[in-house]
């Protein structure tokens, strides 16, 4: 089998802008939710934040700090895909490694939202 060839700089740079910018997208969105009152097209719809106004502000605050973390993260990861991006193996491999930081980003943010609203007490807000 022949050896596989890197990827060009312009493509690493595409897929590098394209990984950060969403996970930043993600941030932006969530603060958009936060700011915009509970509703049924942007933020984290779970039964649990979408129980009252105040479960809403609680679960995207607690969202908050995850997306922000995730969203760095991811960032350092494609920088340094592009830095792996003269050698196929190891450019796959960050690239993976920033795809799963993405995952992590989404997940650790939702499970983040679902805490932060069950601690809102049900009778604490207008729901």
Known sequence: MADATPPGIAAAIAVAVLLAGVAWSFLMLGRVALTGGRNHTVGFRLPSVMRSDAAWRAGHRAAARPLLVGAWAVTVLALLSLAASPATVPYVVVVVATVGA???????????AHRGARRVSPGSARG
């Open 102 to 112: 993405l995952l992590v980003q989404v997940l650790w943010a939702t499970v983040a």
